[in-house]
């Protein structure tokens, strides 16, 4: 059975960093898109970031405008781990965020197989 657990959500004030982890079992996700997503109350879930495989190159990642140069994606592959940096956090990033895989990725929910259960990210202004 295939499992995304994150971890590392909590309460930060404006400025502040958090990681997130995404701990993936059950299968390995070193050739797999392994992409973040997040949803505040009454919005519609919202594309972050994707960390893309490739077969012929280290990967390749692809940013949301609203978060290019304050996150960082990154991906161990030995511990099937997905990590996402948060710096410079602002009130607008308050929101549950989702780790998602699949072959292929992309930026929308629909192109993604496995989600986590979310982790909460609060930012307080």
């Known amino acids: 059975q295939v499992q995304l657990v994150e971890s590392g959500g909590g309460l930060v004030q404006a400025g502040g960093s958090l990681r997130l982890s995404c701990a993936a079992s059950?299968?390995?996700?070193?050739?797999?898109?392994m992409g973040w997503f997040r949803q505040a109350p009454g919005k519609e879930r919202e594309f972050v970031v994707v960390?893309?495989?490739?077969?012929?190159?280290?990967?390749?990642?692809y940013y949301a405008d609203s978060v290019k140069g304050r996150f960082t994606i990154s991906r161990d592959n030995a511990k099937n781990t997905v990590y996402l940096q948060m710096n410079s956090l602002k009130p607008e990033d308050t929101a549950v965020y989702y780790c998602?895989?699949?072959?292929?990725?992309?930026?929308?929910?629909?192109?993604?197989?496995?989600w986590g259960q979310g982790t909460q990210v609060t930012v307080s202004s």
């Open positions: 998602a895989a699949d072959k292929a990725g992309g930026t929308s929910p629909n192109d993604y197989e496995y």
């Open positions: 960390f893309s495989w490739s077969s012929w190159s280290a990967g390749s990642t």
């Open positions: 059950g299968r390995t996700f070193s050739r797999s898109a």
